[in-house]
């Protein structure tokens, strides 16, 4: 019975390990559709900034805009910001962030640009110090990322930009498509791309008033579009981050269910066959005794 | 000037990169532009503006007002709709003069060394000085 006692134990640990992964995938679907949420609420602000961006450009002559925020400089340096998450048990959603951040360090290195690595969440921290790479700036993010956390580190970011301190800024984060689709991507932040400012869908602008100028308007554009544009980032990769710690758990939960059923059925067998040995013993005896 | 009752109605939304913060129909919106105080009321030509900083307030259809604080933006109207998009948002009862207080006290001591840190500078001493302005109002008439 010694060995259906251990059988027994096992389930029962396998057990808390399945309440304890039913738990945390409880958690994170009501973080999946708080964070989901804040995502979707931030849809109609960057629409219509996007908008306003195309509108402007409609109005200059060849649809070009000039502004230093689009414009490349010549420092040798560009800033990797990667956002990854402050916790595990999310299956592979930290470890292919940082794979593509490493991946993107070693190909600016290998152009011949200095990196300096700012790195959001403590997942980041722990993969760049175990590889002994200097960390330039850490940041931590609330679960929920709100703006005025975000808005500071965009205008430090476009400060340095445009004091030409650095050449540029890439974010390494998991972009957020559906819930069935989201993947690791190294997007250039500054300098603005034509793409990051433009709405996707192209639409007719009535010609509009613009005041005090469009050179005015568009000098405060564009530095709200890099601020929205990391507030996304951030947002996304939170979204990302619950989506695939739900999936993880989950299929930790069913696993242990599966590996629960096998340990009772063995543990079953285990007793079963123990009573047969006791009955036939006991009826081996009585046989012996006649 | 007409009466409430008497003016168009259109519609009106504040959009934050959090959220929609108010929306509703109304009958005119005064929001701080770059030169002064705007006004927009039904049937305004389209247009892209500038939001400074400092008090919006919107007419309802009833007479009543709404007020609340932006520090910068941009304002788009056409449509009979007037939308505007603003980074930060605050109910007047939500103003802290003491931490405007210390924004500007902030504001005043980044570098100004360069004429785009001095315009910048400028600009988050003029907001943190009208947010100061406004939350003491506010308190006042609490």
Known sequence: ?????????????????????????????????????AAAASRPYSSHLAELVSAIAAQSEDGAMEHPLLKANHSPTTVLLVIAGNRGLCGGFNGAVLRAAAHARQNLIDAGRQVELHLAGRKAVEFFRFRRIPIAARYELAEIPNFAQVQPLANDFMAAFLAGKIRGVEVAYTRFVSAGQQYPVVEPLLPLTPEAHEPQHRQAHVGFEMHPSPRALL???????????????????????QIARIAAMRAASDNANDMMKDLTRQYNRLRQAKITTELTEIVGGQAGLE | MARPEDRKPFECEILTPEGCFWRGT??????PASDGQMGIWAGHAPLAALVG????????????????????????????????????????EQLDADLALEEFHKAKAAPGATPDQAARREWLMTAARRKLHAARASAGQG
């Open chain 2, 53 to 92: 900083a400092g008090p919006v307030v919107v007419e309802e259809p009833t007479g009543q007002t709404a007020t609340c604080f932006v520090a910068g933006g941009f304002a788009r109207v056409g449509g009979n709709k007037c939308t505007l998009l603003v980074e930060e948002c605050t109910p007047p």
């Open chain 1, 1 to 37: 019975m010694a060995k259906a006692g251990k059988v027994k134990k096992r389930a029962r640990a396998v057990r808390s390990i399945r309440d304890v992964t039913k738990t945390i995938e409880m958690v994170a679907s009501v973080r999946f559709q708080q964070t989901h949420r």
């Open chain 1, 219 to 241: 000098e405060a554009l564009l530095p709200a579009t890099v601020r929205l544009r990391l507030f996304s980032f951030c947002l996304d990769s939170v979204v990302s981050e």
């Open chain 2, 26 to 31: 109304v009958v005119g919106v005064v929001f």
